[in-house]
């Protein structure tokens, strides 16, 4: 709430402060070890050949916190998970970037980290799905697939004996992203989990939660559909003559977003530019929750971002937390 740049009335700021009481004492009694700030001990609970990980230094045989931010624990391995800092690439996770270069045989992408990471020709998914080596016409078509402030969906592939930072696409769900918006939370705030692509089929929506903290929400597109009909549109568009004018306008309307996707990926970016605000952990099911916390109140998608509907999240939230501690 501190760095919440928002006007709250005296009632609102009351029922404010008492929402993140409540959210602060939960955490506190659920996860009373979570939380750390520089030379605290973490407590190991007599186990025996414990791993030192980030953000750990060992202190007079104790192992102890070198950064503020989240404890957590893998079997034995111990690190720390600094808050407010930029992104730091693992293989397999699923980020979204934007393509800042079209260089020789490779993109570069911006993907919230210290540094650009590459995306090579040769690792990409290309339009026709055959695998074959890359030509000398497919480097000269580069930007035919990707170029300068293109939204792509793409893998962490690892890091090179250079030290630059590799990306994959050699799957149809990655790819370049179209007719939607393009967020940008903090890292933390994006929890990985086994899948990062969603389709909320009653919105006709798809959500793509990137690691790197970039969250895409964008009209639904059937990747396996959408080969064919851009193939025979290509091959319509190219043998059809001048008289059949109209039935490619119609095409043309057939392929914009309508107005009413348009309306639902706005009260979703909303949504999680409120989430994202409040400091509250990114995930599906507490987005949905939020979006219908709009609809059943009718609240305006501009309205979403006023101070009252921030207020009624944050005790939506706190509700929604103190049953589950109650369910335990």
Request: glycine content about 6%.
């Amino acid at each position: 709430m501190r760095g919440l740049q928002m006007s709250f009335n005296k009632t609102q700021k009351i029922r404010m402060e008492r929402a993140m009481e409540l959210l602060e004492s939960l955490s506190s009694k659920t996860n009373s070890n979570a939380y750390v700030t520089v030379s605290d001990i973490i407590p190991m609970d007599g186990e025996d050949g414990v791993l030192k990980g980030h953000g750990t230094l060992e202190m007079d045989s104790q192992i102890g916190a070198i950064v503020c931010g989240v404890l957590e624990r893998v079997n034995k391995l111990v690190c720390v998970r600094s808050l407010r800092a930029r992104y730091k690439p693992e293989n397999g996770d699923i980020i979204v970037g934007r393509v800042v270069e079209v260089a020789q045989k490779r993109w570069r992408l911006d993907i919230n980290s210290s540094q650009d990471a590459l995306l090579m020709l040769s690792s990409m998914n290309l339009p026709d799905g055959i695998q074959r080596r890359r030509t000398a016409v497919d480097e000269l078509n580069m930007r035919s697939f990707f170029e300068e402030n293109d939204v792509v969906c793409a893998e962490v592939r690892g890091f090179q004996r250079d030290g630059s930072l590799h990306l994959q696409a050699r799957s149809e769900k990655y790819g370049k992203l179209e007719r939607g918006q393009l967020l940008k939370v903090s890292p933390y705030l994006v929890k990985k989990r086994k899948q990062h692509f969603h389709h909320l089929d009653q919105y006709g929506i798809d959500l793509i939660l990137g690691c790197n903290g970039f969250i895409w929400v964008g009209e639904h597109v059937d990747v396996k559909a959408d080969t064919p009909k851009d193939q025979l549109l290509s091959n319509t568009k190219s043998s059809t003559p001048s008289f059949l004018d109209e039935e490619e306008e119609d095409e043309e309307e057939r392929y914009t977003t309508p107005r009413h996707i348009r309306v639902y990926i706005c009260m979703i970016a909303n949504a999680i530019r409120v989430l994202s605000d409040l400091g509250f952990t990114i995930t599906v099911e507490v987005l949905l929750e939020t979006v219908v916390l709009s609809e059943s109140l009718k609240i305006d998608v501009a309205d979403m971002l006023g101070a009252e509907f921030y207020v009624l999240v944050a005790e939506k939230e706190a509700e929604r937390r103190s049953k589950a501690t109650t369910k335990r």
